[in-house]
T-cell receptor, first 115, second 116 residues
């Protein structure tokens, strides 16, 4: 079955450590996204990529980094510069068409807790 | 910039009650509108969508009508079930110009709890 796989599902990190969250999709989608979810704040966009080797900052990119070396993979690194990294992180993808109603498919999420 | 505002939650209902979750939006263009649902510990799933004014999206007994004159996309269901307990997100995609690359702007989410 096609879908998005995020790993790990749960991750604990000590302050000052970088961590990388994996996102892999087998939907052949061009565009991929990382969102952060905090209670009562909805989802906020961290980074997005519409094509391999290209990506753009979203609304809250500070303290995060991404890469897009393969179409199916879009890993997110939470760096030590991110001041409040404890959150639920969601990866999504879409085929993306200009002017289309681009429905996003989401992964199951990764919950990061800083100890 | 674009924004989405949902009614404050949480919402608690008895089974078979009528549900309304209000959603209003601000956008510069002509956005597509979505409702996503998130069950505990999971990612988001598309519930329904509408792409132009007066369109009605529907799925699993839920409905929402795209009202351009009131910039609203309220979610309704005539008779809720315990299994509808989840977090509901209203969202928009303003991609007519091809510069948003499918990005969604989300409301803050509304927690729905349905009791037997």
């Amino acid at each position: 079955d096609g879908g998005i796989t995020q790993s790990p599902k749960y991750l604990f990190r000590k302050e000052g450590q970088n961590v990388t969250l994996s996102c892999e999709q087998n939907l052949n989608h061009d565009a991929m996204y990382w969102y952060r979810q905090d209670p009562g704040q909805g989802l906020r966009l961290i980074y997005y990529s519409q094509i391999v080797n290209d990506f753009q900052k979203g609304d809250i990119a500070e303290g995060y980094s991404v890469s897009r070396e393969k179409k199916e993979s879009f890993p997110l690194t939470v760096t030590s510069a991110q001041k409040n990294p404890t959150a639920f992180y969601l990866c999504a993808s879409t085929p993306w068409q200009v002017g289309g109603a681009n429905v996003l498919t989401f992964g199951a999420g990764s919950r990061l807790t800083v100890l | 910039g674009d924004s989405v505002t949902q009614m404050e939650g949480p919402v608690t209902l008895s089974e078979e009650a009528f549900l309304t979750i209000n959603c209003t939006y601000t956008a510069t263009g002509y956005p597509s509108l979505f409702w996503y649902v998130q069950y505990p510990g999971e990612g988001l799933q598309l519930l329904l969508k509408a792409t132009k004014a007066d369109d009605k999206g529907s799925n699993k007994g839920f409905e929402a009508t795209y009202r351009k004159e009131t910039t609203s996309f309220h979610l309704e269901k005539g008779s809720v079930q315990v299994s509808d307990s989840a977090v509901y997100f209203c969202a928009l995609s303003d991609d007519a110009g091809g510069t948003s690359y499918g990005k969604l702007t989300f409301g803050q989410g509304t927690i729905l709890t349905v009791h037997p």
